[in-house]
């Protein structure tokens, strides 16, 4: 069997996948497949590389792999990453760079400093601005955006409060985690569905029973990776508020409300009720206010205060942003706008899988003008006439901020390439496969399974087309419910964003500490495995008389 490329007229030979190449074994398939991986972290992570260089070369491991372990020709496994790298473009830098573009306009403008003085004005406590920026606010990002954006704007955010770059992307990369699930309105859980073949309630009802409990006490790790045990001691009103009023809005809306809204609303939730507390405990530490101007002014008296009208601008990018989301989802137009898209075969690329269908990486697809980036764009020539910043002056700022971003350009792209070609040679397949087997203990790994494919991937809606139909087929055979098993695939998945290359690069360049990605891997490793563990032990006794009536 044959493919020829439609642009070049070159005739590269077919591949069809088989998930036990290496040897007729499915374990040394798999276990040879983890060899890009493992290069990449202990690049990362022991060797202490910059990120692009651990990339590129867990990059040319899985081609190496792919080729010689797999038996995919050389062409094909080309192009697949050629077609993954494309992917890392369009959307998902897309979407970082215009993101980071509309912050940088604020900055630009001085209207960054004024929203930083007003949400001072709601606490001063570092605590307290931890959970309302990097949990809430970054929650209501990731609802609307997803893919990078909530990691980007929620870490310059605790920068320009004060918060070192360290700890503000470890903070941000930490609560981009129980919105995730519902993130980007709901693409990953609808993705979900699709690929599984189950219906929309009934896997969003099962998740919406199992990533509140993340949100439960993220905003209690956030506290105490910001102070430590005080914070805990002191903040723990906050913390705990928002956490359950984050989980409670989440599971009400995800079950009998809408999927899409979900996180909008957690998020909207749990921000009013920590604000609600603490006008009525003003005199609480994590409650503290920036102090009132004294009139008059005079030597060392504090600046004067920002005027109303300054401040909605400040608020406005934001308010913008929000709106323009929204908007996009209205019924209608958001068909309307879903259906202005580029759709073609990746030219020269066969890959069919071990039934001989086609593999969902020979297929690119954008819907330009609905994706996160153009809406942005959109958002951010608004934004541009809202601030006052003229045309020229706008597209100077875009230009740098592209500029800034080179390096996680080339380590995005090439990640998303290594993932391309461990999915198109069916190195992926091999490891989900052997997860898949483990019986009575699949319940347990379920999640751990959804949890790797995230952090090769950086996203949930990628695992979840990748790994929702074996799910659902392995729980089949080991005889679990499907639906907890395929909800256990997005919700463990949320614990492996924050150790993504890709994510991890964003964070570290956001906040202007490039090269000190491995620093960050190492610091959130611990959390993501500890939280991965809590959870997986809780879908596990889902899946039994213990805790099984909390399933729908």
Not at 246 to 266: G, H, K, R
Not at 339 to 355: H, R, T, Y
Not at 382 to 391: D, E, Q, S, Y
Request: hydrophobic content about 60%; charged content about 10%; overall charge neutral.
């Amino acid at each position: 069997m044959t493919g020829m490329s439609a642009t070049s007229g070159i005739v590269l030979a077919a591949y069809q996948q088989d998930p036990q190449a290496v040897g007729g074994s499915l374990a040394w398939s798999a276990l040879l497949s983890v060899l890009p991986l493992a290069t990449v972290f202990v690049l990362l992570g022991v060797v202490r590389v910059k990120a692009q260089w651990a990339a590129l070369s867990g990059l040319v491991v899985s081609l190496v792999v792919a080729v010689v372990g797999f038996a995919m020709p050389v062409g094909q496994a080309v192009l697949a990453a050629t077609h993954g790298a494309v992917f890392g473009v369009f959307p998902i830098l897309w979407i970082v760079v215009n993101a980071l573009w509309v912050y940088n306009m604020t900055v630009a403008t001085g209207h960054f400093d004024v929203l930083r003085r007003s949400f001072g004005a709601l606490s001063s406590d570092t605590r307290t601005q931890a959970i309302l920026i990097a949990f809430c606010f970054g929650g209501l990002l990731e609802a609307l955006a997803g893919f990078g954006a909530p990691v980007a704007i929620t870490a310059v955010m605790l920068v320009a409060l004060g918060f070192r770059p360290m700890k503000a992307a470890i903070v941000a990369l930490v609560a981009n985690t129980a919105p995730v699930a519902f993130g980007a309105m709901g693409v990953p859980v609808i993705t979900l569905a699709r690929v599984s073949g189950l219906p929309l309630d009934q896997v969003a009802s099962v998740v919406g029973r199992q990533t509140p409990i993340l949100a439960l006490f993220v905003p209690l790790v956030l506290v105490f990776l910001v102070d430590g045990r005080r914070g805990v001691r002191e903040a723990w009103v906050p913390a705990l508020a928002g956490g359950v009023a984050f989980a409670v809005a989440q599971f009400a809306t995800s079950n009998f409300v809408s999927v899409e809204l979900t996180d909008i609303v957690a998020s909207l939730v749990g921000a009013i009720v920590i604000v609600g507390l603490a006008r009525l405990q003003p005199n609480a530490v994590w409650a503290a206010r920036e102090p009132a101007v004294a009139a008059g002014g005079g030597p060392g008296a504090a600046p004067a205060p920002d005027s109303p009208a300054e401040v909605r601008r400040a608020y406005a990018p934001y308010v913008i942003i929000v709106a323009v989301f929204a908007l996009a989802q209205v019924p209608g137009l958001k068909d309307a706008i879903d259906s202005l898209k580029i759709a073609f075969s990746w030219p020269g690329l066969d890959v069919v899988d071990p039934a001989g269908k086609p593999h969902s990486t020979t297929q690119f697809s954008l819907t330009w003008l609905s994706t996160a980036g153009t809406l942005m764009v959109i958002a951010g020539v608004i934004v541009a006439i809202v601030l006052r910043v003229g045309a020229g002056r706008a597209l100077a700022t875009w230009w740098r901020t592209a500029v800034e971003l080179r390096w996680a350009i080339v380590t995005v792209m090439s990640v998303l390439a290594l993932a391309y070609v461990m999915n198109a040679s069916a190195q992926t397949t091999a490891i989900g496969l052997l997860i898949a087997g483990a019986g009575g203990a699949l319940a347990f790994l379920s999640p751990v399974l959804g949890w790797f494919a995230v952090a090769v991937t950086g996203s949930d809606t990628s695992a979840n087309a990748l790994f929702g139909s074996l799910q659902v087929t392995a729980a089949n055979t080991a005889g679990l419910p499907p639906d907890l098993l395929a909800a256990a695939n997005s919700s463990g998945g949320v614990l492996g964003k924050m150790l993504s290359p890709q994510n991890l690069t964003i964070a570290a360049v956001a906040v202007g500490i490039e090269g000190q990605e491995g620093v960050l891997l190492r610091r959130v490793l611990g959390w993501s495995l500890g939280m991965l563990l809590v959870l997986a032990a809780v879908i596990a006794l889902q899946a039994t008389p213990v805790l099984g009536w909390m399933l729908p």
